[in-house]
């Protein structure tokens, strides 16, 4: 199965109520991005545990691992969980950059060092959610 098939089955598995969201957001990030890498990560590891939410990869970062390993994986990331959404922004040093720039203008979200969470995405300002997107893009 191709990338756009494997992510368009996971935005069908996903309760109505996140799907539009997932979907607004997937075809926000390709208008913004129109040439960039997509990937799809299904969650699991090499041997099939899974390890993560799956997740819908825009661009690519070269991962550096302390033991001297490098691995080419996405920059910016969208997946549902439990209570709503995460966009996460990978390569971010300053892990009280997100929050410091953008924390009190998302709206109801919440922010990690490189990732924003948030319920539905009616509820957060979806131009500073761009505008963070945009900006964790050209930092790496």
């Known amino acids: 199965m191709n990338i756009q098939a494997q992510i368009q089955a996971y935005i069908e598995s996903l309760p109505t109520s996140k799907q539009a969201d997932i979907q607004a957001l997937h075809q926000r ?19 099939g545990k899974v390890v993560s939410n799956p997740t819908i990869g825009y661009g690519t970062l070269e991962m550096k691992y302390a033991n001297g390993k490098t691995k080419e994986w996405f920059r910016i990331g969208i997946s549902t969980n439990q209570s709503g959404i ?5 390569g971010i040093e300053d892990k009280k950059y997100l929050d410091q720039t953008y924390g009190q203008k ?22 500073v959610l761009e505008e ?9």
């Open 106 to 127: 998302l709206g109801k979200a919440s922010t990690s060092g490189y990732c924003i969470k948030f319920k539905k995405l009616q509820e957060i300002n979806i131009e």
């Open 86 to 90: 995460s966009v996460y922004l990978l």
């Open 132 to 140: 963070a997107i945009k900006d964790a893009y050209s930092r790496i």
């Open 29 to 47: 990030l390709i208008q913004i991005f129109p040439n960039c890498k997509i990937w799809f990560f299904d969650g699991k590891n090499e041997t």
